[in-house]
């Protein structure tokens, strides 16, 4: 089976609960994860398994529809309880990379990442560095323009509680992150409400 194949399946057999998500942690995001988690392997030579780069992307946030603020431990949890009974999961070699990954994954925690799929999942799992896509994905979360700006300016300033690696900036290019601080630095209100379209 190709990996395109694979992640057709896993997608659909961990979509019931990923749809219970909002609609900022939905199985849009989960996609968005696989590509950039797929691509980045490439770009940052880390060798990482494709099936089990797929699992990791489709499982991160699980459990994110029980609690957004414990959502990583769930998932994690998620893993480790299902690890013999789950189809996929039950083929994972080192099933604690995965669960460390997931555990991990989260901006606010300014957690140590302790091996390439930590790394690989964190990275991917930050929004592009586009202040349109930030805007409007906080908002799926939010759904408040008051909130959605707070929360912008906290997390995506230069210094906002959200630190990019060495390869999320390798990535993307120095110049796309600081255009991003310029971007977060100058936005307001009115801009949130024009970006969103409301």
Do not use: W
């Not at 190709?2 to 900022?24: F, H, L, P, S």
Request: hydrophobic fraction near 35%; charge should be negative; aromatic fraction near 10%.
């Amino acid at each position: 089976m190709n990996i395109k194949e694979y992640r057709e399946q896993v997608r659909n057999y961990y979509r019931g609960d990923i749809d219970r998500n909002d609609t900022a942690h939905n199985l849009k995001h989960c996609d968005a994860v696989c590509d950039r988690m797929l691509d980045m392997n490439i770009f940052l030579d880390y060798d990482i398994d494709e099936e089990l780069i797929v699992l990791t992307a489709y499982l991160h946030d699980i459990k994110c529809h029980i609690s957004r603020k414990k959502h990583h431990i769930l998932s994690a949890l998620y893993v480790m309880i299902n690890k013999e009974i789950d189809p996929y999961l039950m083929k994972v070699k080192d099933i604690d990379e995965l669960s460390v990954a997931i555990l991990s994954h989260r901006a606010s925690l300014g957690t140590h990442l302790t091996n390439d799929l930590s790394r690989l999942l964190y990275i991917a799992d930050k929004d592009v560095p586009d202040i349109v896509d930030i805007v409007n994905r906080s908002y799926d979360y939010s759904g408040n323009v008051y909130d959605v700006l707070k929360h912008v300016k906290e997390k995506f300033s230069k210094d906002g509680y959200l630190v990019y690696p060495v390869e999320y900036v390798a990535y993307y290019g120095d110049d796309k992150i600081n255009e991003l601080y310029d971007n977060v630095d100058m936005l307001t209100l009115n801009d949130v409400v024009e970006i969103i379209n409301l």
